[in-house]
């Protein structure tokens, strides 16, 4: 079965460097999304992209996120400048139908 | 906006009994899907479940089935017949069905210990 590929699957940055979360969708799949759990809390979105821009965006999802789809294969989310509280485990989903999403296993980020 | 809640931060089960989690929601919308998501310790997000709000009929996945009762904005989750590998996190889940939203909205989780 088709999989949502994200790397690396930890990763430790000093606050204040950016980092580059980075997924690969399924291929068919038209729809792409980041959510964060932050560990013990429920899961959130931060932002879907559709069509090569963003289709919607949480309040979370400030100046300091971004998100792109360089190659047409790779959907990456860059944090610009870390902050403690960007602790959290990031998961990338894509879908095709209105349902079908796939999640993919995680990026735990830890910001020290 | 929507919101999910789920009031049993945990729940525990013998295995091979059956237990039922509970989750409500509250919208505006006539047309959306809910969902039930496993997590397990690898933290990977699992689809258990899956309900379209047109459908009166009740989704049922095996050993996994909901009560969907859309006046009362609630939907639970039934396991039968547990297993040592059901005891996870499980989120419920809402989505629009409206071209201007595809966000998932999660609740904020139940963890579920199955005891041998």
């Known amino acids: 079965e088709p999989e949502v590929t994200q790397t690396p699957s930890h990763q430790v940055t000093q606050m204040g460097q950016e980092v580059i979360l980075r997924c690969v969708p399924i291929?068919?799949?038209?729809?792409f999304y980041w959510y964060r759990q932050i560990l013990g809390q429920k899961v959130e979105f931060l932002v879907s992209?559709?069509?090569?821009?963003?289709?919607?965006k949480s309040e979370i999802f400030d100046d300091q996120f971004s998100v792109e789809r360089p190659d047409g294969s790779n959907f990456t989310l860059k944090i610009r400048s870390t902050k403690l509280e960007d602790s959290a485990m990031y998961f990338c989903?894509?879908?095709?139908?209105?349902?079908?999403?796939?999640f993919g296993s995680g990026t735990r980020l830890t910001v020290v | 906006a929507q919101t999910v809640t789920q009031s049993q931060p945990e729940m525990s089960v013998q295995e091979a009994e059956t237990v039922t989690l509970s989750c409500t929601y509250d919208?505006?919308?006539?047309?959306?899907?809910l969902f039930w998501y496993k997590q397990p310790p690898s933290r990977q997000m699992i689809l258990v479940i899956r309900?379209?709000?047109?459908?009166?009929q009740n989704a049922t996945e095996n050993r996994f089935s909901v009560n969907f009762q859309k006046a009362a904005k609630s939907f639970s989750l039934k396991i039968s017949d547990s297993q040592l590998g059901d005891a996870a996190m499980y989120f419920c889940?809402?989505?629009?069905?409206?071209?201007?939203?595809?966000?998932?909205?999660f609740g904020e989780g139940t963890q579920l210990t199955v005891n041998p």
């Open positions: 291929s068919n799949h038209l729809y």
């Open positions: 989903a894509s879908r095709f139908r209105p349902y079908g999403y796939t």
């Open positions: 309900q379209e709000a047109y459908k009166q």
């Open positions: 919208t505006s919308e006539s047309d959306y899907y």
């Open positions: 992209f559709y069509n090569n821009e963003i289709s919607e």
């Open positions: 889940a809402y989505r629009s069905a409206g071209a201007s939203g595809s966000r998932l909205t």
